[in-house]
């Protein structure tokens, strides 16, 4: 062989190294520029998830950014719904459809482990198919757990987007999206958990304990809103203030058990006696308040009348003991004929509660605007 074409063949030899190389090379960065981009959308949904003030938000915000983050894979998020032993799935994306509440396998030992299995038992972050049968598609199903509390679960199927050839990139891959698959999962539980907590820290705040009312704090706010909504319509606006007779008799005679449970179930009755749009609360110990949107007068006397004959059917019982009959006083205050604000017209009720057990109790009243005008010196 000629020199010549000794040289033109290792020159060739060198082209095809170098061809080679730059392939690699740039199969390398388009991979890391991919990477950088599903950590740049995983940092995103952590953003987004952060700034949601309810768990509905955070839903729809996990519907619309896990699918961008995961668009060459199918798959979908799985989350815990009401009652909480449902999973409902919340998204869905590629060819993969939720077959109703059935679950894919094996997300159930997941889920039940809260770490995952593999067929043949080896423990993984994350469970996944091995991939090794023919045609077979490699799928992870990671739970998301925080605080010990399963919160969900997110599937994802690779869809046979792997490398063919290279068993090294292959492996590299699988191991990448397993672990952006487990990442995902655990920002999604902990920013999930966060928005639960805050949730129920709220309802805790404007919620009263032992009757499952709301308290006066969100009371104001609600009274508010209305008087400035009938008041721009011209409509009535009635408040009920409720007292239960002789609660300290009950105390002093059967102990504070018992007028726990006379509290429990006249608020369990108070819930289901208003209508979708008033407004009941715990005023503050054994008194409530009810706040009964477009009533006139005569329709709030009607309504305390009602809640007066009804409550003095509760049969509570304690420790097996039936307890003495409830009876109430009710004052009845209406807007605007007894008040133009909220204080005038909360200080209007308090004066036909008072006037109704200075009347002898078990009872409704109103009163005139000089007698509110004394009660509000006397207070």
């Not at 987004?48 to 668009?71: D, G, M, N, P």
Request: proline share 4%.
């Amino acid at each position: 062989m000629m020199k010549s074409e000794k040289k033109e063949e290792k020159d060739w030899s060198a082209v095809e190294v170098m061809q080679e190389v730059n392939e690699k090379l740039s199969s390398y960065v388009d991979a890391l520029e991919q990477r950088n981009r599903e950590l740049e959308r995983l940092r995103g949904l952590a953003t987004l998830l952060q700034s949601c003030l309810t768990v509905e938000e955070a839903h729809a915000v996990i519907a619309r950014t896990v699918r961008k983050l995961f668009f060459a894979e199918s798959g979908a998020v799985y989350l815990f719904g009401s009652p909480p032993q449902a999973l409902v799935p919340v998204a869905a994306w590629g060819d993969y459809v939720p077959a109703g509440n059935f679950l894919p396998w094996p997300a159930g030992w997941a889920l039940v482990q809260e770490r995952s299995y593999s067929g043949d038992g080896r423990y993984f972050p994350v469970l996944c198919s091995d991939g090794k049968q023919s045609g077979q598609d490699i799928c992870f199903c990671a739970p998301m757990v925080s605080q010990r509390e399963t919160l969900g679960l997110l599937y994802v199927r690779l869809n046979g987007n792997l490398p063919k050839q290279n068993g090294a990139d292959r492996r590299r891959v699988i191991q990448y999206k397993r672990q952006l698959t487990v990442t995902t999962a655990e920002t999604i539980a902990l920013f999930l958990a966060s928005i639960k907590l805050r949730e129920n820290l709220y309802h805790q705040s404007i919620h009263d304990p032992l009757t499952g009312l709301l308290n006066r704090r969100p009371m104001y706010e609600f009274l508010e809103k209305e008087l400035l909504r009938t008041t721009r319509k011209k409509q009535p606006l009635g408040v009920i203030m409720i007292d239960i007779d002789h609660f300290k008799t009950v105390n002093d005679t059967y102990g504070h058990g018992a007028g726990d449970a006379v509290l429990r179930e006249f608020g369990l009755f108070t819930q289901k006696h208003i209508r979708g749009g008033d407004f009941a609360c715990r005023y503050g110990g054994e008194e409530f308040l009810l706040v009964l949107t477009e009533a006139s007068l005569e329709n709030v006397k009607q309504r305390a009348e009602q809640f007066r004959k009804e409550a003095r059917l509760l049969g509570v019982r304690y420790r097996g003991r039936l307890l003495d009959p409830i009876t109430l006083s009710l004052g009845v205050a209406v807007h605007p004929e007894h008040g133009q604000t909220a204080q005038e017209l909360l200080l209007a009720a308090d004066a036909a509660l008072y006037q109704a057990k200075a009347d002898g109790r078990d009872r409704i009243a109103t009163v005139r605007q000089h007698t509110i005008a004394e009660h509000a010196r006397q207070l």
